[in-house]
């Protein structure tokens, strides 16, 4: 193999022999830059950019973290004002428009409540909590939202308990 390659630039002209190595001199590195180089660098960078939307994640996670334990520290001076019961809280849904999303509606032992909505909008469920959860005397037991079939709706359950309790 190496007499059939030498063999060949000595048949070659002194400028062809100059031009074929500063050919190979040329390929070589390129070659090195894109088969090599070039993928780790592309590599990297979907790393950093991973690296850096998990710090984010990480991050919005601790913010939710400290907004949840200070949400669920009871506020020594402030009074939790009696349980508006079953038909208060129908009308306030009724109001929000967001009765007719209603699916079930049940009292259960001890004053608690449970909702249920198969199909309502998020953004007006949640703009419903927010705005009757500071005086309607319950606190929330539980929430399980699911992603719903059309754009911007959930399935969701929702169980209430006096605040007393």
């Known amino acids: 193999m190496s007499e059939r390659l030498i063999d060949l630039l ?5 400028r062809e022999r100059i031009l074929l190595g500063a050919l190979c001199l040329l390929i070589l590195p390129v070659a090195l830059v894109l088969g090599v180089l070039w993928p780790l660098h592309d590599a990297r960078q979907a790393a950093v950019a991973e690296l850096a939307e998990t710090r984010a994640l990480n991050a919005w996670v601790a ?7 200070r949400l669920s520290l009871p506020s020594e001076n402030a009074e939790m004002p009696p349980a508006i019961g079953v038909s208060a809280l ?9 009765r007719p999303f209603m699916t079930a509606l049940e009292t259960r032992d001890e004053g608690e409540i449970a909702l249920r909505f198969d199909a309502v909008s998020f953004v007006d469920l949640m703009r419903w909590m927010d705005r009757s959860d ?3 005397g319950y606190r929330i037991a539980s929430l399980r939202l699911e992603r719903g079939e059309r754009s911007a709706f959930v399935e969701a359950r929702l169980t209430l308990m006096p605040a007393g309790q």
């Open 134 to 136: 500071p005086g309607w």
């Open 63 to 69: 913010e939710r973290q400290a907004e949840m334990a």
């Open 10 to 14: 000595v048949r070659l002209a002194p």
């Open 90 to 98: 129908e009308e306030s849904l009724i109001s929000s428009n967001l």
